[in-house]
């Protein structure tokens, strides 16, 4: 790799910037993480990567979800548990209807820094900086807690590790249990249908179990247990450098290495940091780990294949997952000419689609919201453009939690605006709840079965 190093991306231009007055403090964070242990293993990265290499080929399907953002207040034992239930119970619906097997990717355990569109906002009508996320700044609408801080940097390394203690340890002590599933716990709140739905799917996972026990097939194919992967926007360069180590290849005959990024399995970056010249490609572009990259509107076809050949210069298939993000409205006029663009190219990525940030739109009385029919539309439409392009959509993007949240409106519940007060705690953008997340999972999954 010519001229890259963790720091390379420090001598390129950079957008969402964070700048800190406390330059001392700065140094004294990084000094600190730098000699912190990694979160996720080089192993753990090398098996998401083969993972996703069988998704790009057709052969997996791959759900990554979560919230928009998460706080230092979310790393409690509740919510890890309702996420960490939604995503499986979510995968095993997916897998029951793509008939493929799916790899789980959360939004967890280090999705704190936001991309803003203004550096300023308008809280009780008073301007203020914006918000950027739990491990710059702080929510409260105070000029003195929106000053980026960096021992928030520190302290978002030991939320993620403690978030990435308590999944791993869940997990394997049979949180994912495939023997007893209706312990992933249906929430209370569950329509009828849903539920029946539910129970029939794991009912059949259960025969095919007894069936594979009685033929003593069982044995060491890690029914008891699940792999969730963690994820994460890399927007904070600075953090992410630091975690960013020269390591051994597992595996390799001949002893080589290379640089991974180890705060998660799984960085992306954004549809507002991703210029060709700018500090986040040139960051992303050293790191051996599977990458995302979100692409809208206005991203043009010539630039994404530019973009493909700067971060994955050897068309390794897999590496990249392309998240699109047009909106339902959108995507019909967008997707083809993309798709045609990589496959012209010889690049293979992953497809997936984040049905989310394109369909984000206000109430009338100013709440920030999206539409459960954009959500399944847009989705709908990726599935038939990509088949029809002969290319494969081998996965979805959420916003999601485990909370029974009012912050999208729609699904089977019929939320609808008027409702969205009752428990609208988005700190960022709005998630489905568990219901609708569900909900959406049962109708994906019928689209794979039609
Ligand atoms: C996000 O995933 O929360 C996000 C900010 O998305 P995008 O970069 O696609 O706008
Ligand atoms: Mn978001």
Same mark, same amino acid.
Do not use: N
């Given at each position: 790799m010519t001229d890259w190093s963790p720091n390379s991306w420090t001598t390129k231009p950079i957008k969402q910037d964070v700048v800190y007055e406390d330059a001392q403090g700065v140094q004294d964070a990084l000094r600190k993480l730098e000699k912190l242990p990694p979160l996720v293993t080089t192993q753990e990265i090398n098996n998401l990567k083969a993972s996703l290499r069988n998704v790009a080929l057709g052969k997996a399907f791959v759900l990554q979800g979560g919230d928009c953002a998460e706080l230092f207040d979310y790393c409690n034992q509740d919510m890890i548990e309702a996420k960490v239930k939604l995503l499986l119970q979510m995968s095993l619906v997916l897998i029951w209807g793509a008939n493929k097997p799916v790899i789980r990717i959360a939004r967890i355990a280090g999705q704190f820094a936001k991309p803003r569109s203004s550096p300023t906002e308008l809280v009780n009508g008073v301007e203020m900086p /914006?918000?950027?996320g739990d491990n710059i700044n702080g929510f409260d609408a105070d000029p003195e807690s929106r000053k980026p801080d960096p021992a928030r940097l520190v302290s978002a390394y030991f939320h993620s590790a403690a978030t990435l203690n308590y999944l791993r340890a869940s997990l394997s002590s049979g949180l994912a249990d495939l023997h007893s599933p209706l312990d992933w716990g249906l929430g209370h709140v569950i329509t009828p249908s849903i539920k029946e739905q539910y129970s029939k799917t794991v009912n059949a996972v259960k025969d095919a179990l007894r069936f594979m026990r009685t033929v003593g097939i069982d044995k060491d194919r890690g029914v008891e247990t699940a792999d969730i992967f963690t994820s994460h926007e890399g927007l904070s360069l600075e953090y992410e450098q630091t975690l960013t180590r020269l390591l051994r290849n597992p595996? /390799?005959?001949?002893p080589t290495s290379n640089f991974y990024a180890t705060s998660a399995h799984f960085l992306w970056i954004g549809d507002r940091t991703r210029q060709l010249d700018g500090a986040h490609v040139e960051f992303f572009r050293g790191i051996a780990n599977p990458i995302g990259i979100k692409i809208g509107p206005s991203m043009a076809a010539g630039d994404l294949v530019r973009l493909l050949d700067v971060v994955n210069p050897n068309k390794e298939i897999g590496k990249v997952t392309l998240i699109s993000r047009y909106g339902a409205s959108k995507i019909a006029q967008f997707l083809p000419a993309h798709i045609a663009a990589v496959q012209a190219s010889g690049h293979l990525p992953v497809w997936q689609c984040d049905p989310m940030h394109g369909n984000t739109q206000a109430t009338p009385s100013g709440v920030k919201t999206r539409h459960f029919t954009d959500i399944l539309e847009e989705l709908r439409q990726a599935l038939e453009i990509h088949r029809a392009a002969g290319s494969f959509l081998g996965g979805m993007h959420l916003e999601l939690t485990g909370e029974a949240v009012t912050e999208c409106v729609g699904g089977a519940a019929g939320l609808t605006e008027d409702g969205l007060g009752e428990r609208y705690t988005t700190f960022c953008d709005p998630r489905l709840n568990e219901k609708q997340a569900l909900e959406l999972a049962f109708l994906v999954a019928g689209f794979y079965r039609d």
């Open positions: /914006s918000f950027r595996g /390799s005959a001949q």
